[in-house]
T-cell receptor
Framework: KAGVTQTPRYLIKTRGQQVTLSCSPI?????VSWYQQTPGQGLQFLFE???????NKGNFPGRFSGRQFSNSRSEMNVSTLELGDSALYLC???????????FGPGTRLTVT | AQSVTQPDIHITVSEGASLELRCNYS??????LFWYVQSPGQGLQLLLK??????LVQGIKGFEAEFKRSQSSFNLRKPSVHWSDAAEYFC????????????FGKGTHLIIQP
């Protein structure tokens, strides 16, 4: 069974731009969560989607948003990019809303 | 709110030696507990998990972890490390059945000496 896939793997954007990252969960998994990983803050929870609904949200500004489609694929969007948004963005999927999550390889976003 | 402490930022171990990575959590009840490993440029791989029952859990790659309620700890162990074990290890808590997402420790960077 294929794992979680994320596209693109690397991205370079300029301050003020917006970006959209994509995540395809493991087949049969219906929950998708997003995390931000930075050297200073470590891994932080962004939000979780289940059945196309945001179930939970971490402590991030409204510039960070996401959505989930009927096939469970998810996208996250960051608007008005700031230098501090440079990070590895990780997507994880789980079968339903259980805590056992499986991670993708991440998207490395660099904001210049 | 729950929190996770990994007191060792870096640990250096000789190949073939035993390993113990420490983890302490703070939460009002017994949370779900995990260890994940991250190799450079890679995502996170689930090593093992504890939900309930037997407090000694076995995982992949020869790793095990022991849950000690009295010490709020969930330490990761391996009897003999291999050079391929060099990576970043994260202790993770899922409180409330995971309803609030996963809470990660800061990670322990494991270095293997030949």
């Amino acid at each position: 069974k294929a794992g979680v896939t994320q596209t693109p793997r690397y991205l370079i954007k300029t301050r003020g731009q917006q970006v959209t990252l994509s995540c395809s969960p493991i087949s049969g998994h219906r929950s998708v969560s997003w995390y931000q990983q930075t050297p200073g803050q470590g891994l932080q929870f962004l939000f979780e989607y289940f059945s196309e609904t945001q179930r939970n949200k971490g402590n991030f500004p409204g510039r960070f948003s996401g959505r989930q489609f009927s096939n469970s694929r998810s996208e996250m969007n960051v608007s008005t990019l700031e230098l501090g948004d440079s990070a590895l963005y990780l997507c994880a999927s789980s079968i339903n809303t259980g805590p056992e999550q499986y991670f993708g390889p991440g998207t490395r976003l660099t904001v210049t | 709110a729950q929190s996770v402490t990994q007191p060792d930022i870096h640990i250096t171990v000789s190949e073939g030696a035993s390993l113990e990575l420490r983890c302490n959590y703070s939460y009002g009840a017994t949370p779900y507990l995990f260890w994940y490993v991250q190799s450079p440029g890679q995502g996170l791989q689930l090593l093992l998990k504890y939900f309930s029952g037997d407090t000694l859990v076995q995982g992949i790659k020869g790793f095990e972890a022991e849950f000690k309620r009295s010490q709020s700890s969930f330490n990761l162990r391996k009897p003999s490390v291999h050079w391929s074990d060099a990576a970043e290890y994260f202790c993770v808590v899922a409180a409330g059945g995971g309803a609030d997402g996963l809470t990660f420790g800061k990670g322990t960077h494991l270095i293997i000496q030949p």
